[in-house]
Structures are given as C-alpha cells and as structure tokens.
C-alpha cells in the first residue's frame, strides 16, 4: 500500500467506522457466537501472496462483527463506561503515523513534553493540590499508564522501595531480605483507597484515612478510575477531598473522559519516589539532557520501556470539547442514572441497593437471590440490552451504568421497559 492507496483506503476505513458508530444501535447489542467460533472461519495460517483490501473489509462484518459486543452501543449498559469520542481516533491515526517509541525524551521531545503538559491541564480540571504537577519546577507530576492496576503496582512498588531505603539508610546491617520479610500493605476488600468502587460507586473517606497514613508514614496510593473524570464537576468535586493526603492519585480518562483506551492518568507529589524505583539507565538511552532538571525520561514511571504518544489524544479531545464540553458530558450520563433510578423506585417490586452518586445504579427485584438471578439470565439472553452483576453484603444484585457516549433518555426508557418485562416473566414462572 503506498500513499496513494493509503488516502483513499483511509478515507474508505472512515466512512466505514462513521457508519458502524451512526448505525450501532441498530446491531445487537451482545454476540451470538459460542467459544472457538473464529477459528473455523479464517485459515490455518497467514497467506503466502497478499490478500485484497477489499477482502479484508469484507471480512470484518463476515468474521469480526458477529463476535463483537458493543460497547458503545446506546442499550450497553454493563461494567463502566470506556471512553471514545471522534477527535481521540483522529489523534490515535496520528499517533500510528508518528510512531515514535517515546522512552525517552531524546526519543521524541514532543511526545515526553506534551505528555508532561497535559498531565499538568488535567491535574489542574480536577484542583488537585499544586504538589501533585510537574509546573516549570514541581517535585510532583503526572504520567500515562496503561490501566489502573498498571498504576496502583507502581505505587504499591515504588512504597516498597521508598521504605527499603529508609530502614536501610537507618539500619544499614539489614539485609534487603530481612526488611522485606518485615514489611506490610494495609487494603480494604477494594485494594487501596478508593473513590468509586467497581461493585456500586461508594466512596472511602480520605479525610478520615489520609491523616492517619500521614502521621504514620505509610504511602497512600488513591484509585478513582471511574469517578475520577466527574471531579472536573465542581459539584463533584468534594468527593476529592482529602486528596492532599495522598502521595499518589489514579484514574481513567479512557472510562469517562472521552478519551480512548488506553489513557490511565497518574500523579505522584514526589516524581523521585517513582523513578527511584524504576530507574534504567544503559549507555545507549543516556541524552545530554536527562539530568537537566527540566525534563524526565518517563521509561522510569512505568514497567515497559517503550511508550506510545498517548497524550496526543488528551490534547485533542480537551482542545475540541473544552472544559464546559466535558462537564456537559459527565452531567448528561449522571442526569440519566437519576432518571433510571426514579424509574426503578415507582415500581414497588424493584429496590435500590445503594446510594446514587454518579453514572451506576445497583438494583434489584426484592426477594431471593435466585429470582434475581433468573432476571439477569433473561435479561441477557435477550441481547437487547447487557448488564452485568455484582454483590453487595451477599446480595445479588444488577447494576445499570450509564456507559455510551451517544445514550438518550428514550434508550433509558426502552431498557427499564424491557427490564420490567422481563421481571413479570421471572416472577410469573417463580408462582407457577
């Protein structure tokens, strides 16, 4: 494929995802396909002489569409939200025809230098402490992981060696592996601190946890991945509080923030705690500005070497949405998950299962697990709309997150028709 073909290919591939995107709700929502269903389908082994880009496209809706679940269509309504808006798959094509491998910033100044800026824009939408940024001279600043248990290792990591360092500066006769043997994490049944649990959103209080890891000393690592894109809400912002405990803070703008997987968003107040941990320096990485003082070499944030120029995404969709743009965005789904849960509380047959904060809902019919358990079962097996469950003090329980970027309110209401539905099915064949 020269550049020739590649323009008029590449022009064909956009209409192709236009349509695909314009025309998902339309596609049912979860796939019809048994496990092993591909294999049968493509050969055995690559071709021997290229094949046609006009096989390849034949394919996709031959081989590749009827094994897709759809995240992005408007009756998904399962796990969380992943993020996805038209400006960050145009900054994802320029990202593929850069293609810089940015371990360094030797290896790319632009792709380590915007990178460094739009951590900086982000960490300043949600107010996080000055601490926390990079700034022309901070301590502190932000990094793009991959995911957010990518970033709650390297916390957990870099406080282990931060603490190693310690004891042996002060007990130097200690063997790295009788300090080891000694040391201890503190987690909830969710890991670490966490804003916005997976199971139904709640909220642990900082203001009660972070001062007792401060005077105690222990590494405070806080994980919001869903919340964390509502904080740039002033009305949202409060959950935050509590923050300026934290010695490092992550969440996802690739869930809520219309910014396409992967983009996990992480701050440490100290940068030198992380990179301490990390640190590879072979000759032939080594530049002439790496000890400048105004740069950093992120292949010491994080465990791969190589890096994509993720950023280029966050500098696109905060450019072409704006501020008001996102906020409008986060309002509308929260707005949607108030509408559901009005929904379910005139039903005397439903309950809510926990307090509705943000996008989820947790509810469920009222009686025994087992009938809730039909319920989804049958919910699912429709494939018009898809839900997940989850558990809460042994109940079984459905949760509804409001996750498309193109959902309505009428989606909203198509769903809860079909839910209710449903429900008079289970509890029909539950008195037979």
């Known amino acids: 494929m020269n550049a020739s073909e590649f323009r008029r290919r590449g022009k064909e591939m956009v209409d192709y995802v236009a349509n695909y995107l314009e025309g998902i709700e339309g596609r049912q929502v979860y796939p019809d396909v048994e496990p092993g269903y591909l294999r049968p389908l493509i050969p055995a082994a690559a071709p021997q002489e290229p094949d046609t880009f006009e096989d390849i496209i034949n394919d996709i809706e031959k081989i590749i569409m009827p094994g897709v679940t759809h995240w992005h269509s408007p009756y998904f309504f399962a796990y969380f939200p992943t993020a996805s808006s038209y400006p960050a798959m145009l900054a994802d094509m320029l990202c593929g025809a850069i293609g810089c491998i940015g ?27 000055e601490a926390f940024l990079a700034g022309k001279a901070g301590e502190g600043g932000g990094v793009i992981q991959g995911s957010a248990s990518e970033a709650t290792l390297m916390a957990l990591l870099a406080a282990r060696t931060k603490v190693i360092h310690q004891l042996q500066a002060e007990s130097p006769e200690l ?4 300090i080891m043997e000694k040391l201890v994490a503190y987690s909830s049944d969710q890991v670490v601190a966490t804003l916005g649990t997976t199971t139904c959103c709640s909220f642990d209080n900082l203001l009660e946890v972070g001062p007792i890891c401060n005077k105690e000393d222990v590494w405070l690592h806080i994980d919001a991945a869903y919340a964390g894109s509502a904080f740039i809400c002033p009305e949202f912002r409060h959950l935050l509080n509590g923050v300026e405990f934290a010695d490092s803070f992550n969440f996802n703008p690739h869930k809520w923030l219309l910014v396409n997987f992967d983009c996990s968003a992480m701050w440490v107040k100290k940068r030198a705690d992380l990179t301490g941990a990390f640190r590879l320096d072979p000759t032939y990485l080594k530049h002439s500005h790496q000890d400048s003082g105004f740069i950093t070499d992120y292949r010491h944030w994080q465990i791969p070497l190589g890096r994509r120029f993720r950023s280029l995404k966050m500098w ?31 039903d005397p047959r439903f309950e809510i299962c926990a307090e509705v904060t943000l996008g989820l809902v947790c509810f469920r019919l009222k009686g025994s697990n087992k009938v809730n358990e039909a319920l989804l079962q049958r919910i699912n097996s429709a494939k018009k709309i898809h839900l997940v469950p989850c558990h809460l003090r042994d109940k079984f329980v459905l949760r509804f997150a409001i996750c498309s970027r193109t959902v309505e309110s009428a989606h909203v209401q198509v769903a809860w028709e079909h839910i209710k539905e449903m429900a008079a099915d289970v509890l029909q064949a539950e008195m037979e």
């Open 103 to 129: 371990f360094s910033w030797a290896a790319s100044p632009a792709c380590t230098e915007l990178e460094t800026v739009m951590m900086d824009w982000l960490g300043q939408m949600l107010e996080l402490p």
């Open 175 to 178: 063997t790295q592996a009788a």
């Open 316 to 346: 696109f969709v905060f450019r072409m949405y704006g501020v008001k743009g996102l906020q409008s965005y986060i309002r509308k789904h929260v707005q949607l998950s108030h509408e559901f849960e009005s929904l379910v509380r005139q």
